[in-house]
T-cell receptor
């Protein structure tokens, strides 16, 4: 079975550029999560979608970050304009219903470097 | 969600059982115990979870004490590929708009040596 698919795996770009990260959740899962991992802050939840609707975006660091889920099989995380402090590994995870008895399954992440 | 306490690091010989402890003394009745691991450069990998009863799957076993204040993850025959950071997480039973939030602490660095 296909797991969570993220693209690109690596992204290097200059500050000020727009960055778009993509995620395809596991088929049948209706909950999607975007996380960010850095050495300093560990793994942080950025935003949670349920049935394509953003439920909790309290972890989104600032207005430069936006996330969308236009349908059940696709989500994007956009950073515009990007800054060097946005450099991190970004993970997408999906689960069924987001509940405590339904594990979240993670993709392999996008390693983002902003120069 | 209840806080968890894990040892920062552990060693295990290849082929032996790895027993990773976790304390969650403030756990509530509707909170699950989850274990994830993260191998360098990869995304967190779900291992196993449970509520009250012991659980076993193809990867590991989870032993939860009767008072639910602690648990142990058992990798029955550790291999070098099991070297990773292991996270014990407690999460509320919720769904839909009220979701169970995963909060990753420092975890236990398990090193499996030949």
């Amino acid at each position: 079975d296909a797991g969570v698919i993220q693209s690109p795996r690596h992204e290097v770009t200059e500050m000020g550029q727009e960055v778009t990260l993509r995620c395809k959740p596991i088929s049948g899962h209706n909950s999607l999560f975007w996380y960010r991992q850095t050495m300093m802050r560990g793994l942080e939840l950025l935003i949670y979608f349920n049935n394509n609707v953003p439920i909790d975006d309290s972890g989104m660091p600032e207005d430069r970050f936006s996330a969308k889920m236009p349908n059940a099989s696709f989500s994007t995380l956009k950073i515009q304009p990007s800054e060097p402090r946005d450099s991190a590994v970004y993970f997408c995870a999906s689960s069924f219903e987001g509940g405590g008895n339904q594990p979240q399954h993670f993709g392999d992440g996008t390693r983002l470097s902003i120069l | 969600d209840a806080k968890t306490t894990q040892p920062p690091s552990m060693d295990c010989a290849e082929g032996r059982a790895a027993n990773l402890p976790c304390n969650h003394s403030t756990i509530s009745g509707n909170e699950y115990v989850y274990w994830y691991r993260q191998i360098h450069s990869q995304g967190p990998q779900y291992i196993i979870h449970g509520l009250k009863n012991n659980e076993t799957n193809e990867m590991a076993s989870l032993i939860i004490t009767e008072d639910r204040k602690s648990s142990t993850l058992i990798l029955p025959h550790a291999t070098l590929r099991d070297t990773a950071v292991y996270y014990c997480i407690v999460i509320k039973d919720a769904g839909g708009t009220s979701y169970g939030k995963l909060t990753f602490g420092q975890g236990t660095i398990l090193t499996v040596h030949p």
